[in-house]
Every structure is written in structure tokens, then in C-alpha cells.
């Protein structure tokens, strides 16, 4: 089913939304009385709980207050996790933990179909981020591609910093046999009716070659992203 609204986020040191950032979360999130969020850490419940409370904070600081705001892990029964989903108004996926672990997760507690039929705004930030792709890899674990949701055509490394030279090269690896988006903190993706802006500093890798992401870039995702509206 077509999702109304995607955003792809690296991630956000300072625990804060941007002004360009939260100037599109308002003019889309119309809707807000419930905002689920799904963790990747699914047996951390202490964590968890701090996690959603604090991104909630970030949108309710921006006047983008949510009437519900609750976390799915290991502690949510899937008759209930299945309901929050299909409830929601908009879907976080969670960073901070393994990406696999939060695709089991969402197997296992039935709402990977709710998930991928949803009329919800979807996020995701960091490994939530790189499990929205069609092809995911985590390179914490291995250089191997798994299946992600398959919301997007967008393969991302998360917190590219050109100083952090071990994520560097892991990212350059991830490149070698597919296309890669490096994406800096406070960058993001938006994606809604085929139609993709960016906001901060995205680099384009192919082949161990990497470049600041053009027009053109973004043009050819786009042509190639029919599939996300099916």
C-alpha cells in the first residue's frame, strides 16, 4: 500500500530537531494521536523506555506534541503490538541496537504486515533508517546484504563523519557492489508521493567513489523508487 509520507534520519547528537527538519515534520504530521516506536534493542526495557520517552521530547519541544507515545519490545504482547501499528499516526523505527534483531522483532510480534499496509507517517533513525531499505546491511555485523522492509530503494550508512576513518573504509566496502548513501547526523530523507528532498549532508558511494548527492542523484533514485508506491 502507498505510504503517505517516509523519512530516512541518520541520526541527532544534540537530542534536538533542526529548524528545516521541523519544518517538515509540521506541515505533515496534521495528524498526531499516536506515535509508536519500535526499538532495536528489544530485551533493553530500561533503555527503551528512556529512548521513547526522549524522542517523544523531541517533537513535543517543537509544538508537535503526540495525545499517545509508546515504545514496542520484547515486553509488548503481539495481539497489542499488531494494534498500536495499525493505529498509529506515525511509526518510529528505533537506533541504537542491531538491525536484524529489529526485523525479528517485528516478525515476532505479528506486525510486519500491519507495518508494510499501514496508512502511517514511517520513520526510522539510524538502524531504523537502514532497515526501511529493500537491501540492508549492517556492517557491525557483516558485509552480507540482508531483506529490510523494502520501504525504500535507499541503502544508507548512518553518522558518516570523513574524520571517523574505521566507518570510512566500511562504507567504501559497502560499495563495492552496491550503491550507498552516507549520510552525515541531521541529515535526512523525505520521501512522499515518489517525490524525495533531502536536508543536510548526503554523499553518494558507488565503487569506493563517493560525492556530495546531486539533483541528478536524486532524479535517478527517484525513477527507481516506483516500487515504494505499489
Known sequence: MRKNFLA???GFPEHHFSKEITERLRSELTERKSIVFITACPLDFE????????????????????????????????VKA????????CIFLMGGGVCEEQLDLIREKGCYDALINCNAAIFGVSA?????????????????????????????SCHHDPEDTWRYEQ??????????????????????????????????????????????????????GDYIWN
Open 8 to 10: 530516512v534520519f541518520s
Open 47 to 78: 533503555q527503551n523506555d528512556d529512548d521513547c520517552d526522549g524522542m517523544y521530547e523531541m517533537f513535543a519541544e517543537q509544538g508537535l506534541p503526540f495525545e499517545k507515545h509508546c515504545v514496542i519490545d520484547k515486553r509488548t504482547e503481539p
Open 171 to 224: 562504507t567504501l566496502r559497502m560499495s563495492e557492489d552496491r550503491t550507498v548513501y552516507a549520510m552525515e547526523d541531521m541529515s535526512a530523507f523525505f520521501i512522499k508521493k515518489g517525490r524525495i528532498n533531502v536536508v543536510g549532508t548526503i554523499y553518494r558511494v558507488q565503487n569506493r567513489e563517493l560525492h556530495v548527492l546531486t539533483e541528478k542523484d536524486i532524479n535517478e533514485l527517484e525513477q527507481d
Open 128 to 156: 531504523g533508517a537502514m532497515n526501511m531499505a529493500r537491501k540492508t546491511v549492517d556492517f557491525f555485523e557483516s558485509m552480507e546484504a540482508f531483506e529490510g522492509l523494502g520501504l525504500t530503494n535507499i541503502t544508507v
Open 82 to 89: 499488531k494494534e498500536l501499528v495499525e493505529n498509529a499516526d
